[in-house]
């Protein structure tokens, strides 16, 4: 009964700490401005670099991939649940998919929120850091070739769960699950940008411009 409780209220935790809406409150606090209200309209870590620079952009990711590290590794305040089983693992998803939603429909930002890439990459990196290194390699690698964002994101979730399977061999069904379900899901955030890249209008990550 008490670890019950204890795992609700660690679950409610780890959606607000989701609902934290960083791309937001830094644009409307050093810059005045709602990044909701620019470029793609999104309140996450690209459309960030994209409308205030840099900078700006950079502390956004960072907030945003800390958030599903935290709520992952929230887990560890449990007495009883050792690490390395089954149950331990099923609450870092549980307790990371929370943050991914709260990213999602950030209940401090009227449910208007990013996508969720960072968000779910922190999480990754909680509960198995050699999967999300895979993951961002293969992003870095795509943004370096095309500049597309979206592309990067989409074919490093993509990869997400043939790595999990068959690179690193994992067998734990639900983690399985979650990699498929992690895949389909930013598939399905990113549908405007897929059609986009189909059209040939999708906008270009300029790395090398200069920002404050």
Avoid at 74 to 86: A, I
Avoid at 152 to 172: M, R, W
Wanted: net charge positive; hydrophobic share 55%.
């Amino acid at each position: 009964m008490v670890l019950t409780l204890q795992v609700l209220g660690l679950s409610i935790l780890a959606y607000l700490l989701g609902s934290i809406p960083s791309a937001v409150w830094v644009g409307l606090r050093f810059y005045g401005k709602d990044v909701r209200d620019f470029g793609s309209g999104n309140a996450g870590a690209t459309n960030t670099f994209r409308v205030l620079g840099k900078k700006a952009g950079t502390i956004v990711l960072a907030m945003d991939m800390l958030k599903g590290f935290i709520a992952a590794s929230l887990v560890h305040v449990l007495k009883g649940v050792s690490p390395n089983t089954y149950q331990f693992v099923n609450l870092q998803l549980l307790f990371g998919l929370l943050a991914v939603i709260g990213h999602l429909f950030p209940v401090f930002a009227q449910f208007k929120g990013g996508k969720g890439i960072a968000t779910l990459f922190g999480m990754i990196i909680a509960i198995h850091y050699p999967s999300g290194l895979f993951c961002l390699g293969l992003f870095l690698i795509i943004l370096f070739l095309t500049r597309y964002v979206s592309l990067g994101s989409i074919l490093a979730a993509i990869a997400f769960p043939v790595g999990v399977v068959y690179v690193f061999n994992q067998k734990e069904p639900l983690f399985i699950a979650f990699a498929i379900t992690a895949a389909l899901l930013v598939i399905f955030t990113h549908q405007k940008n897929i059609k986009k890249l189909v059209k040939g209008t999708e906008n270009k990550a300029n790395l090398f411009r200069r920002n404050s």
